[in-house]
């Protein structure tokens, strides 16, 4: 099994700038990918971003591109999302989670068997 924590999380205001990061430990080679998701009150939990280990691929959802960045550290097993010019609707809890029976990098929540316990990113208006 392979284990994600993610940090970074916290209040800041429309605008502004926060960084999330995702440690990977356990099996971290059964996983060829690390996605972020996102759950807001009320709603469906939504893919946010997703990045290959080797860092070669990368996927976006429209509502985040030009905004969001993710980033993979291989050595370190650590996946970040910067998130810049953050807005009110980028509210909710922030997942990481691992693909590990997918042998490609995937956007569908469907293939993401591994996930952290979340972190709350609240944007003030």
């Known amino acids: 099994q392979v284990q994600l924590v993610e940090s970074g999380g916290g209040l800041v205001q429309a605008g502004g700038s926060l960084r999330l990061s995702c440690a990977a430990s356990?099996?971290?080679?059964?996983?060829?990918?690390i996605g972020w998701f996102r759950q807001a009150p009320g709603k469906e939990r939504e893919f946010v971003a997703a990045?290959?280990?080797?860092?070669?691929?990368?996927y976006y959802a429209d509502s985040v591109k030009g905004r969001f960045t993710i980033s993979a550290d291989n050595a370190e097993k650590t996946v970040y999302l910067q998130m810049n010019s953050l807005k009110p609707e980028d509210t909710a809890v922030y997942y990481c989670?691992?693909?590990?029976?997918?042998?490609?990098?995937?956007?569908?929540?469907?293939?993401?068997?591994?996930w952290g316990q979340g972190t709350q990113v609240t944007v003030s208006s």
């Open positions: 989670a691992a693909p590990t029976l997918a042998i490609a990098i995937v956007t569908s929540e469907a293939w993401y068997d591994c």
């Open positions: 356990g099996r971290t080679l059964s996983s060829i990918a």
């Open positions: 990045i290959s280990w080797s860092g070669g691929r990368t």
